[in-house]
C-alpha cells in the first residue's frame, strides 16, 4: 500500500531551506511512529509531499496513525498501475474499472496531473477519464463544480496513480520543529485542548500537573496526557510532572483572606511551572485559560497573574468560547475524560477580585510564606509519559446517601471560606479536602463526606476507602 503525505499549506510556502527541514522532520516522525507500531515501511521525501510504502495488511494502522500527525494536511491512498501503452484511452480504462462503484449514481469530476512527456494533455486525460466514468456507472453525473466524489489521477512516464482514499491530517507544523514548552494540565477542557493546540504546531509538549485531588485525580490527569501523547505525539518523548499543592492551598486559604485567592493560586502555579522549565530548559509555559471564563482570566487577573514568571506564557484557547473548547475536547478525544473530573482550581474563592489591583497583590506576597512552594517541588513525581501506559484505573463510585445515621460521621470537605459563608449544621466536622489525607479521624461506623456538588466527596472518599474505612458521599435534599 502507499501513501501520499500532502504538507500543511503553511510548509509549503516557508522559505526552501526551511521547507527542507521540517520535511525531513515529519519523514523521521512518520518513521519513527511506524518503527514504535512495529511496522515496516519506506519513506521517501520530495519537496511538496512524503511517500511512504507499507504492506497492506499494516495500511490501516499506519493510515490512522497518519492521520493524527502533526505537520500533514492530506493523508491520500494511492494505488499503482502500470499501464502497457500510455494513451488518454488506456487511462480511461484503467481508472473506470477501478472508480465506476465510486461514482454510480453521483456526480463526479476527473481532476488529473502529468509528469514526464506525454503528446497529449492533462485536460485530453480529464476528458477520457469523465467519458469512461459515465459509460461504465450507472446514474453518474458530471458536476465540475461542486462534485460528490472528486477522482484524482496522476500519470507518472507509463504509470498510473489513483487515489482511493483521501483523509484530512491535522496540519499545522511537524512536532519538535517549533521547540518545547511545559502546559499545566488539570485534564479538564480547556488545558488538554490547549495541550493539543501546541502540539499541533509542532511544539514538543511537556506536562505538569498541580495535585489538589489525591492519587485518582492524578492518575485521571495522567490517562489523558498519556492519551494525547499516544495519539498525537508518539514520535517524541516527554514528561509528565506532579507537584503536589496540598500544603500551598492551606497556607493560601489561611495567609490570603480576600477575593486574591484564585489569582494568587494561578500565580504560585506559575512560578513552580517556570523554575521546572528553567530545570527542563524550557522557554514557554502553556496553559488553558480563557478570557473571562471565570473571575481570576479577566484581562486584569490574566497580567497580574503573567507577572509571577519572566517566561512566555501561551494560552492557546484564550479567545474561544467555551461551547466551542468543548467542541475541540469532542473532535480529539479528550471531551470523555474531561466530563468526570472535578474543577479544583472554581472552588477557592467566594468572592474573587475581577480587576485586581498590582500593589494589593504585592502587599499581599510580601507576608506569603513561600518556603511552602520549594517544599512543593521538592516532593514532585516525574514520569517518563510512556511509563503511564496502563495508569491505574478508578476505583467504583461511593454511595450516596441523604441522611445521616447514628454513628456515622459528617465531614464537611469545603475549603473553609465556603463551609463558614453557608455551614452545615448536621457536619460533625469541617476538614477542607486539602488536609483531609493527613487528618487523624476519630473512629466511626461509617464516615460521610460533603461538598457542594459531590465530585471532591468522590475524590477524596476513595482514598479514605483505600485505608479501609467505610465512606460515602452526603447530599442532603434540600
Sequence with gaps: MRFLLKLSPEIIIKSTSVRKTMTKILADNVRRLAEKDGIACRVRRFWDKIEVEVADEDG????????????????????????????????????????????????????AKRKGRHAFTSLELER?????????????????????VTVAIELSGDVLELVEGREKGLGGFPLGAQGEALALVSGGFDSSVAAFLMLRRGIKTHFVFFDLGGAEHEAA??????????????????????????????RLLSDVREGYMGVMLKRLMLMAASRLADELGLDALVTGESLA?????TLRNLALIDRATDKLVVRPVVALHKNEIIAWAER??????????PEHCAVISRRPVIHGSFERLAELEQNFDFTV?????????TWKIEALATPPEAGEALPVVTRKAPGELLIDI?????????????????????ALREAVLPEARRYLLYCDRGLLSQWHGRALAARGLDVAVYQPEF
Aim: glycine share 4%.
Design 293 to 297: 471564563q471565570v473571575s481570576s482570566q
Design 373 to 381: 512552594l520549594d517544599r512543593a517541588l521538592a516532593a514532585r513525581k
Design 221 to 250: 490527569v495522567q490517562q489523558v496526557c498519556h492519551y494525547l501523547w499516544q495519539r498525537y505525539a508518539r514520535s517524541h518523548p516527554v514528561l509528565f510532572v506532579s507537584v503536589p499543592f496540598g500544603e500551598v492551598i492551606e
Design 332 to 341: 480529539i478525544g479528550t471531551r470523555s475524560f474531561a466530563e468526570h473530573l
Design 414 to 434: 469545603r475549603p473553609p471560606e465556603l463551609a463558614d459563608e453557608a455551614p452545615l449544621p448536621e457536619a460533625d466536622l469541617v476538614i477542607p479536602f486539602f
Design 60 to 111: 490501516g494502522r499506519l493510515q490512522q496513525r497518519l492521520c493524527d500527525t502533526p505537520g500533514i494536511d492530506l493523508v491520500l491512498r494511492v494505488r499503482e498501475l502500470p499501464l502497457p501503452e500510455v494513451s488518454p484511452q488506456a487511462v480511461a480504462q484503467a481508472v473506470a474499472e477501478i472508480a465506476a462503484p465510486w461514482v454510480a449514481g453521483k456526480t463526479f469530476a476527473v481532476r
Design 128 to 148: 477520457a477519464a469523465g467519458a469512461a466514468l459515465l459509460a461504465a456507472a450507472p446514474g453518474a453525473k458530471v458536476d465540475l463544480t461542486h462534485p460528490e
